[in-house]
């Protein structure tokens, strides 16, 4: 029987249907805070998002001539990251459907100089416009909890990474030890909103981070999800006291 992702609490329901649908309403939320994105992680995360890319990086890091697809990019770190864990002339293709985004990734990747090594396009993480087996490795970074169908993007992951090659994806988690799990709520759905609303001046945004988080599946039943979709080798790490988990699968050989 096919896991499926659990309905997301009523009230993202109702900011999905005033938006005109989650995909709508995830665009135009990431589009209003695009210019303190990298900012906000920082300060959210106490600088530790960079470590935890670096470590979902390597689980994919890519031999000569190979290339990764990225998927959510936003302003760029993964993919980034990626390419510092990879052979030089390994190549990086991330999308992002929020051009605010976009934009401000391809200014970074510019600025360090890896130009010719990460690409980013804009792109659907949900209808990936890429043929089947495209791809040595595909990525994401706090981006799959946003999509609509859990096991349809995994499935689209799957359809256009080559027989043998890798995912990886790094999204917040559900901390086992209660102590833990009681803090990290407290600090997510309390003072991260307030940090939002006094840096980033979005409020609404940075409410929507804990309440998808707390709607996300944990880190077995997203390993279940990923196995019905067809990767297999899944297993995941949790970094953080479990805050959060990188999951690492494999499309089976031909």
């Known amino acids: 029987m096919s896991a499926r992702p659990p309905a997301p609490a009523s009230k993202l329901r109702e900011r999905f249907a005033v938006a005109g649908g989650k995909p709508a309403y995830v665009r135009g939320m990431f589009g209003r805070i ?10 959210m995360t106490l600088g530790l998002d960079r470590r935890w890319r670096a470590f979902t ?5 890519l031999v000569p001539g190979q290339v990764a697809l990225d998927i959510g990019t936003g302003t760029g770190d993964l ?21 605010e985004m976009l934009q401000i990734g391809r200014e970074k990747v510019r600025r360090l100089g890896l130009a010719d090594r990460v690409e ?41 990474v080559r027989p043998g090659g890798k995912v990886a994806c ?41 309440t998808s988080a707390s709607a996300f599946p944990d880190a077995p039943t997203l390993k279940h ?20 988990a990188v999951h690492v699968g494999a499309k089976p050989r031909r």
């Not at 209660?178 to 909103?193: D, Q």
């Open 34 to 43: 695009a210019r303190v994105y990298d900012l906000m992680n920082r300060l």
């Open 57 to 61: 990086a390597r689980q994919i890091a």
């Open 79 to 99: 993919a980034i990251a990626v390419a510092r864990a990879s052979a030089p002339d390994a190549r990086v293709v991330a999308i992002d459907f929020t051009p």
């Open 120 to 160: 980013i396009q804009q792109g659907d993480g949900e209808g990936l416009a890429f043929a089947a087996d495209t791809f040595d490795a595909c990525c994401s970074a706090f981006v799959v909890r946003n999509l609509t169908n859990l096991q349809q993007g995994f499935a689209e992951m799957l359809r256009v």
């Open 170 to 210: 790094l999204e917040i988690s559900h901390p086992r030890n209660a102590l833990i799990a009681a803090g990290f709520r407290l600090y997510f759905g309390r003072l991260v909103p307030l940090l939002g609303s006094l840096v980033g001046r979005s409020a609404d945004a940075y409410t929507y981070l804990p």
């Open 225 to 244: 999800i990923m196995e019905s979709a067809g990767w297999r080798e899944v297993r995941y790490y949790r970094l953080f006291g479990g805050v959060v």
